[in-house]
């Protein structure tokens, strides 16, 4: 059975840092591009933000965040990471990590919070 799991949201004031974890199983990890997706507001449509290639080659960043988030994966604990940093209040949202490039099956979420 394919498992993702976020972790590592909160809530932040601007210009605060998290860094997002996406525990895997269930899956060649290691052979699998993989991406972030957000939410930011219920109805609204998914925001792919990042992704990374199998061997941490091959980035994208939407330039929303581009400069401001970071993406990394260690294939030995199967794990992705979404380091956040300069955060303002329109990164909140319910973030996803996801299997592929783009779209993919996703997790079941952590929510970003950016709130003074």
């Known amino acids: 059975e394919v498992q993702l799991v976020e972790s590592g949201g909160g809530l932040v004031q601007p210009g605060g840092s998290l860094n997002l974890s996406c525990v895997t199983s269930?899956?060649?990890?290691?052979?699998?591009?993989m991406n972030w997706v957000r939410q930011q507001a219920l109805g609204k449509e998914l925001e792919r933000v990042s992704a990374i290639g199998s061997r941490s080659i091959n980035l994208y960043y939407a330039e929303s965040v581009k400069g401001r988030f970071t993406v990394s994966r260690d294939n030995d604990k199967r794990t992705l990471f979404l380091q956040l940093n300069s955060l303002k209040t329109e990164d909140t949202g319910i973030y996803y990590c996801?299997?592929?490039?783009?779209?993919?099956?996703r997790g079941q979420g952590t929510q970003v919070t950016v709130s003074s």
């Open positions: 269930g899956f060649s990890f290691a052979l699998s591009d």
């Open positions: 996801a299997r592929g490039w783009s779209g993919g099956q």
